[in-house]
Nanobody, 115 residues
């Protein structure tokens, strides 16, 4: 069973930056795809971005240029770097990993953007 654990969430001021980590129970780049979703209060879970096993990343247009993803093979860890955050980025962020049709989820971590 694959386990994913997020960390690095918390409070950040508007315009600031925050990096979320997701540690997997096996090598990140052995999955077909890894990535992030988020869910704001009262909203459905929305796709943020993903990274393939070859390291290629893809983001929703609204996050392009502000969010980046990276991974570390040795540490089974991937990161989501968020720059220039706004209160609209307040949400619970979930990392996921996918093998074929199977998708595994982390438990989610809160990010709050406010002054």
């Amino acid at each position: 069973q694959v386990q994913l654990v997020e960390s690095g969430g918390g409070w950040v001021q508007p315009g600031g930056s925050l990096t979320l980590s997701c540690e997997a129970s096996r090598q990140i780049f052995k999955f077909d795809v890894v990535g992030w979703y988020r869910q704001a209060p009262g909203n459905q879970r929305e796709y943020v971005g993903s990274m393939t096993g070859s390291g290629r990343t893809n983001f929703v247009d609204s996050f392009q240029g502000r969010f980046t993803m990276s991974g570390d093979i040795a540490r089974n860890t991937m990161w989501l770097r968020m720059n220039g955050v706004t209160p609209d980025d307040t949400a619970v962020y979930y990392c996921y990993a996918q093998d074929g049709s199977q998708k595994f989820w982390g438990q989610g971590i809160q990010v709050t953007v406010s002054s």
